[in-house]
Structure formats: structure tokens, C-alpha cells
């Protein structure tokens, strides 16, 4: 796959397809209406970059890809530059000419207008994500299984507490959080260590929805089994959860010091 674009939990063969896909999400609403839960976080995987991830070693079959790189939070225009600032909800705004626009809404109530177009055509990307990505693929049903479960058990008229501030919160406005110290980045570090895992070697195939998996299914296995034995989890409010992940990872600088 040539110059694969990773966004989220998906990866793009060409722009012109992830475009296309912040078009169509943008055309199903009307003016003023507020994003649902999927499209909403979609939104933030968009605004979610490093301007390192620029993947410049590809495979010659467009269903294996080889290489691989961590996501690393880093917003557009420093949208966490304050910790008590987040995006509360985003929704479509009418712009020039009659046209729609995505309009982010923070809980100071204040907005801003981005456009999905230019924030597509500034990504770079290098490479270290692609392990990471199906990583995280490899246990979405486990997760997904955990909020499904804690709201049957302790929902109130579709509402339940968060694990961490105590508000409660509807399905929407909670994610799934790993607790420290097991991260889902140290619980991917810990793997790639104990299996000895050359990343180059390693090759994926993506699926008819845009997600990349691993191609050996034992590899996607094994993986789901060590996560499920590490992993501490906990339901929070989206906001608790998107201004911790930037601290999950620390990246080396030319001022670390090694063992030589």
C-alpha cells in the first residue's frame, strides 16, 4: 500500500478516500445539529496528529503493510493547552455561501471552526504506528464489551457514574481508560519485549471497514490474551481520558542520557 493515512482505528489508502469520508459525515447533517458519538470521535481522530507519523516504508500488496509507529496526542492549535478546556460537543455550522462547516464547542462554551480539508492536507506521518494501530483492533470488542457490561450493571435511566469524577454521564460522553501503570502504550511496550517482535517483519490486512489487523491470527491472539491479563480498566468521562493520553508515552529528546 502506497503512503497509507492512518486516522484513529483506521487506515486510508489515498486522501482523496479519507476525504471523502469527513464529506459524507459532514453532508448527513443539517445546520446546527450536534455529531453523534462515532462521527464525534472521529472528528477528534482527525484532530489527533504527530507530526512525526509520516510512514515512508510500505509493502508492494495493498492488503500487507510493514512498519509501524505509537500515536502520540498532540491537538491542533494546542486545543489542551489548558487542562479544564476540552470539546464538549461538535456540530455543523452554516459558513459562506451557504455552506457547512464542523464547529467545535468546549465546555467554556467558546467554538472554533476547523476545516477537515486543510487539517488532511498539513498530516505527516512517519513511521511507528502501524503495530499499534492493530493493536488497539485486536481489543476493541474486549473494550466495548467492558462499557456494555458496566452500564447493564449500575445504569440509571441510561446514565451511570463516572469512575472518576462521579457525574453522571450517558454512554456518549464516557470511554473506556487503562489505569496507570499499565497503559495501553506500556501494555503494547511490554509485548513488543516479551515476543522479541521484529516490527519490519511483521504484516497486516485491512478490512472491508478501513481496519487494519494483523495477518497472522495468532499474533491478533496473543496479543488479546496478554492485554486481557494486564489490562486494569476503568469507565471515565471522555474529557478525563483525552487530556491524560498525551502523558501515556515519553518520547526521547537529544538530551536523554543512555547506558552505553
Not at 464525534?40 to 484532530?47: K, T
Not at 487539517?119 to 483492533?137: D, G, M, P, V
Not at 489505569?179 to 519490519?200: H, Y
Request: a neutral charge.
Amino acid at each position: 500500500m502506497k503512503n497509507p493515512i492512518i486516522v484513529g482505528n483506521k487506515i486510508y489508502k489515498t486522501k482523496k478516500e479519507l476525504s471523502g469520508h469527513y464529506k459524507n459525515i459532514l453532508n448527513s447533517y443539517k445546520f446546527g445539529e450536534i455529531l453523534n458519538e462515532n462521527d464525534y470521535f472521529d472528528i477528534i481522530d482527525l484532530l489527533i496528529y504527530d507530526d512525526e507519523n509520516n510512514l515512508d516504508e510500505t509493502s508492494d500488496n495493498d492488503n500487507e503493510i510493514s512498519e509501524n509507529t505509537e500515536q502520540k496526542l498532540e491537538f491542533k492549535n494546542e486545543i489542551f493547552e489548558e487542562e479544564d478546556i476540552f470539546i464538549e460537543n461538535i456540530r455543523i455550522k452554516k459558513v459562506q455561501f451557504n455552506t457547512k462547516c464542523f464547529e467545535l464547542i468546549y465546555n467554556d462554551k467558546s467554538t472554533e471552526l476547523i476545516s477537515y480539508v486543510m487539517i488532511i492536507n498539513n498530516r505527516k506521518y512517519n513511521s511507528e504506528s502501524l503495530f499499534n494501530l492493530a493493536c488497539r483492533n485486536a481489543v476493541s470488542k474486549d473494550i466495548r464489551a467492558v462499557k456494555k457490561d458496566y452500564f447493564e450493571n449500575n445504569s440509571v435511566k441510561g446514565n451511570v457514574k463516572c469512575q472518576e469524577t462521579n457525574i453522571l454521564s450517558n454512554w456518549s460522553e464516557l470511554v473506556v481508560d487503562h489505569r496507570q501503570p499499565n497503559t495501553f502504550s506500556v501494555i503494547i511496550d511490554r509485548f513488543k519485549e516479551i515476543k522479541s517482535l521484529k516490527l519490519d517483519d511483521i504484516k497486516y490486512e485491512t478490512t472491508d471497514d478501513n481496519l487494519l489487523l494483523f495477518k497472522d491470527n495468532k499474533l491478533q491472539n496473543e496479543f488479546a490474551a496478554y492485554h486481557k491479563e494486564k489490562a486494569v480498566l476503568r469507565i471515565v468521562r471522555k474529557e478525563c481520558n483525552l487530556k491524560r493520553s498525551g502523558l501515556a508515552r515519553i518520547k526521547k529528546s537529544s538530551k536523554d542520557l543512555i547506558i552505553k
